[in-house]
């Protein structure tokens, strides 16, 4: 016989096998990131069908097979009507699925992430959400999933020497590990200079505060400068994590 395992999961990516199945890869909150096959998923009868859907938080059942983990079942919790109504929400929900296809390997639970990604996609799906609110939800998801995998970057002192930041001049270094001071950045290639605001605002999302981020007036260059620091760390994190 063959032991059923039942956990909640959200499903972040689909992809057709054979003629009639599908691969579900989801994250759960018991087992952590699992690819799991849907044997006939795709036929119109299919027993799954209706709770296994990109971005559905769904309680699902399965057994391990010989090559693969198979459901077995699966019971639709929240499909999070509001974020799929809204294209730039679900470019986000992509983004943050391919966040975890680029840098979860192993199969491993982690509480921290798990609680990230439903709080995340709960936040999302908030009815009346601005939309320059998205990207920072968005970004609080990367900065926090990026620390709680080991990338936590400095962002209250200098990372080369150890020293006061001064807010008139505060640069960033991907490679160095976080933010650098105007006499460091000398010696650091690459090192970006960021402004006081930008940096207030990582703080905020580091110390995983979204009420007071959903309530936040951020201006158009704060955001552009958000998303070009954010950038500029995620790419290094990904050449680091190969
Ligand atoms: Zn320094």
Redesign the pocket.
């Known amino acids: 016989m063959f032991t059923h395992y039942r956990t909640q999961s959200l499903i972040l990516k689909k992809t057709d096998q054979g003629e009639t199945d599908r691969i579900f890869t989801v994250f759960t909150k018991d087992f952590g990131k699992m690819d799991l096959l849907a044997k006939a998923e795709r036929k119109t009868a299919s027993k799954l069908k209706g709770a296994l859907e990109n971005f559905y938080l769904s309680e699902i059942e399965f057994i391990q097979g010989k090559a693969y983990k198979t459901l077995t079942d699966a019971i639709l919790i929240d499909d999070f009507k509001n974020l799929r109504k809204d294209l730039k929400k679900l470019q986000i929900a992509h983004k943050i699925s391919e966040l975890f296809d680029n840098l979860i390997k192993g199969e491993e639970p982690d509480p921290q992430i798990w609680q990230l990604l439903t709080e995340t996609f709960n936040t999302l799906n908030t009815h009346n959400l601005k939309p320059k609110i998205y990207s920072l939800i968005y970004y609080h998801f990367l900065w926090n999933f990026l620390s709680v995998l080991g990338y936590q970057p400095e962002f209250y002192q ?1 990372s ?2 150890q ?1 006061k930041i001064t807010p008139e001049s505060i640069f960033f270094s991907p490679q160095e590990g976080g933010l ?2 105007a ?2 950045t000398i010696s650091v290639k690459s090192a970006k200079q960021i402004d006081e605001n930008t940096v207030k605002i990582i703080r905020l999302m580091l110390k995983k505060d979204l009420p007071t981020l959903k309530k936040l007036k951020i201006e158009d260059e704060n955001l552009k400068q958000l998303s070009l620091i954010s950038n500029f760390y995620l790419s290094e994190t990904l050449e680091q994590a190969g």
Do not use: F, K, S
Request: with cysteine; charged share 10%; net charge positive.
């Open positions: 200098c080369v020497c020293g650098i001071c006499r460091c």
